[in-house]
């Protein structure tokens, strides 16, 4: 999320009015931005199976902390893509999870437990973001957020914008770590956007490595990025297939 006032957006007759902003952009600014969109697509993958929002099904229950374990894998900033990636389903929306890389368990119901490393990084972004367009806001905030006065203003955003972005064809293309620490990653969530200038757009996040698993860093303002969505191009981007090599 960003200071709507500020924000760009590479797409058709698309905009922001100073009404809304005190509201979440990435779900408010979304459900404005996806009715300007009318031509869906479908992600590069293998055939996605529905299940319901919560929890994943692949995972297992963890009640603690430190307790994932899960192994840290590749630190490069393009790292391949598992062969156990797979596309779970909710909502008419689809997203990728891998057995490897996260989310591996659960934590009171939402999956959990994504690698140390720049791809359980954009898997934990991957989501963050459909989980805030397919469950109750207030919630996925509570688990995957680290506290902090922002945290509390985001909880308060609206929910239930997974209809829309179903609807208008937004899906999930890939992704690109701009940073990577194992304590903080800087990363973007690339998402394939119908009618926009290029045909995507980039959601900017910054995590945070905190209890055993990443979390996400709010703004005080309540924001979850700072600046303006990135319109990247192929190429400029890791695609979820089930190989980049």
């Known amino acids: 999320m960003l200071n709507p006032i500020k924000r760009a957006w590479n797409s058709k007759g698309a905009g922001i009015t ?8 990435l779900l408010v600014v ?3 931005i996806v009715a300007s969109f009318v031509a869906p697509t479908k992600p590069e993958a293998q055939a996605p199976q529905e299940s319901p929002a919560l929890p994943s099904p692949t995972a297992e229950p963890t009640n603690g902390v430190g307790t994932c374990n899960v192994p840290e894998g590749e630190t490069s900033l393009r790292p391949k893509i598992p062969t156990d990636l797979r596309w779970e389903a909710s909502q008419g929306l689809t997203w990728p ?10 934590r009171g119901g939402y999956p959990a437990c994504f690698a140390r490393s720049p791809l359980g990084a954009a898997l934990f972004g991957t989501t963050l973001t459909y989980r805030m367009w397919t469950g109750p806001v207030s919630q ?13 203003i985001l909880q308060k955003s609206p929910s239930g914008v997974a209809q829309k972005v179903s609807e208008q064809g937004w899906t999930s293309a890939g ?14 969530v690339v998402l394939s956007t119908p009618n926009s200038q290029t045909g995507y757009t980039g959601l900017p996040y910054t995590v945070v490595w905190k209890d055993s698993d990443w979390r ?7 924001a979850t ?14 695609e979820w297939k089930p190989t980049n090599g």
Do not use: H, N, R
Request: hydrophobic fraction near 50%; charge should be negative.
């Open 18 to 25: 100073a009404g809304i902003v005190l509201a979440l952009v």
């Open 30 to 32: 979304i459900v404005a």
């Open 97 to 106: 999870v891998s057995a490897s890389a996260g989310p591996t368990k659960t």
């Open 140 to 152: 996925v905030v509570d688990v995957y957020a680290i506290d902090s006065p922002g945290k509390k």
């Open 175 to 188: 992704f690109i770590v701009d940073s990577f620490t194992p304590e903080e990653a800087q990363i973007t």
């Open 216 to 222: 996400l860093k709010v703004l005080d303002s309540g």
């Open 225 to 238: 990025w700072a600046g303006s969505p990135s319109a990247p191009v192929k190429g400029q981007f890791v």
